[in-house]
């Protein structure tokens, strides 16, 4: 995971920390080989990033419905913070 987030940050060009939570990720069983073979094909992260960051910077807030606000996100990673490395 180290490659991948050091990868983003790149592409952001900014120093950003992030923070993983484990969630499950369903894959499936046969981890896309049948989709590439069918001709799925893959650009290289650093410029899925780059065009997702572009893309973002050029939206406004009122587009931005999704996910958690400001102060309840801060919750959430101190909470998890805190499990992760209790006092």
Request: aromatic fraction near 10%.
């Amino acid at each position: 995971m180290g490659k991948f987030w050091n990868t983003c940050q790149a592409a952001g060009g900014a120093a950003s920390m992030y923070t993983w939570v484990d969630e499950e990720i369903q894959l499936p069983a046969d981890g896309g080989q049948r989709a590439t073979n069918e001709g799925l094909t893959f650009q290289p992260l650093r410029e899925i990033m780059w065009d997702t960051l572009t893309w973002e910077s050029a939206r406004t807030e009122t587009e931005r419905k999704a996910g958690l606000d400001p102060g309840k996100e801060q919750a959430v990673l101190k909470s998890w913070s805190r499990k992760m490395m209790p006092v």
